[in-house]
């Protein structure tokens, strides 16, 4: 019988300095379902690496020439299946919130911990959230306050929220606020199975990669806001 073995995890590298770049392939190489399929210098070059090869996540630098990390996020997201973690110098600055306003899965430290790196790559790479949800609604607030009033009215209501069943609708306000499976499970009287199952549904048909952007699309829809609950 023919052992079945799992695809590698493929990985892009995206930083301009070539020594963090090479400490981060020292660190994934090293796990056996890991594959470096490439190192880019710039936004740029990592929106045209993902579109010639197949990548299932991008280490993300933000502050490079030529295109920066966000813009590049924003089209990889865009075009691509390819989970992206931006690595920022501080765990709740600007540019861990507009990665994940522009599509990142996640956010990390640039001097995060080997142990943690590679656990961070393999969380994304399956659709888990690395971020929690809760750390997510605390930096989207802290953004949203400092932001001025806008002067528009509210956004309109996105009408894919109208496919959602009434649970699927009630699972989507309390990932918004941050709740995991296993606490959406005690509130719900559901199994964490089932609950995984109205998850997935959720993400499909409101077209999101996973829970952390579940928590963007609350907050960009107007259906959470800093001063009140979830709005729908």
Same mark, same amino acid.
């Given at each position: 019988?023919?052992?079945?073995?799992?695809?590698?995890?493929?990985?892009?590298?995206? &930083?301009?300095?070539?020594?963090?770049?090479?400490?981060?392939?020292?660190?994934?190489?090293?796990? &056996?379902?890991?594959?470096?399929?490439?190192? $880019?210098?710039?936004? @740029?070059?990592?929106?045209?690496?993902?579109?010639?090869?197949?990548?299932?996540?991008?280490?993300?630098?933000? +502050?490079?020439?030529?295109?920066?990390?966000?813009?590049?996020?924003?089209?990889?997201?865009? @075009?691509?299946?390819?989970?992206?973690?931006?690595?920022?110098?501080? &765990?709740?600055?600007?540019?861990?919130?507009?990665?994940?306003?522009?599509?990142?899965?996640?956010?990390?430290?640039?001097?995060? @911990?080997?142990?943690?790196?590679?656990? $961070?790559? !393999?969380?994304?790479?399956?659709?888990?959230?690395?971020?929690?949800?809760?750390?997510?609604?605390?930096?989207?607030?802290?953004?949203?306050?400092?932001?001025?009033?806008?002067?528009?009215?509210?956004?309109?209501?996105?009408?894919?929220?109208?496919?959602?069943?009434? +649970?699927?609708?009630?699972?989507?306000?309390?990932?918004?606020?941050?709740?995991?499976? $296993?606490?959406? @499970?005690?509130?719900?009287?559901?199994?964490?199975?089932?609950?995984?199952?109205?998850?997935? !549904?959720?993400?499909?048909?409101?077209?999101?990669?996973?829970?952390?952007?579940?928590?963007?699309?609350?907050?960009?829809?107007?259906?959470?806001?800093?001063?009140?609950?979830? &709005?729908?």
């Amino acid at each position: 019988m023919t052992e079945v073995v799992d695809p590698k995890i493929r990985i892009l590298l995206v &930083d301009d300095q070539p020594l963090l770049r090479m400490g981060f392939r020292l660190i994934l190489e090293g796990e &056996d379902d890991f594959e470096v399929v490439g190192e $880019a210098v710039d936004g @740029a070059d990592a929106v045209r690496q993902v579109a010639v090869q197949e990548t299932d996540v991008v280490l993300m630098d933000v +502050r490079m020439p030529v295109m920066d990390g966000i813009e590049a996020t924003r089209r990889i997201a865009a @075009a691509s299946c390819a989970r992206i973690i931006i690595l920022t110098t501080f &765990d709740l600055d600007e540019y861990a919130f507009s990665g994940l306003q522009a599509g990142a899965s996640a956010f990390l430290l640039k001097d995060v @911990a080997p142990q943690e790196l590679v656990q $961070a790559v !393999r969380l994304v790479a399956s659709g888990d959230a690395v971020v929690a949800p809760r750390i997510t609604q605390r930096l989207l607030e802290t953004y949203v306050r400092s932001l001025p009033a806008p002067a528009q009215s509210p956004p309109p209501r996105d009408p894919l929220l109208d496919e959602l069943t009434p +649970r699927e609708r009630e699972v989507l306000g309390a990932i918004a606020e941050g709740l995991s499976n $296993a606490e959406i @499970a005690q509130g719900f009287f559901l199994s964490e199975t089932t609950v995984k199952t109205h998850v997935r !549904r959720v993400l499909s048909k409101l077209h999101l990669r996973d829970r952390v952007q579940v928590v963007v699309y609350a907050y960009e829809t107007g259906l959470v806001t800093p001063s009140q609950g979830l &709005d729908y």
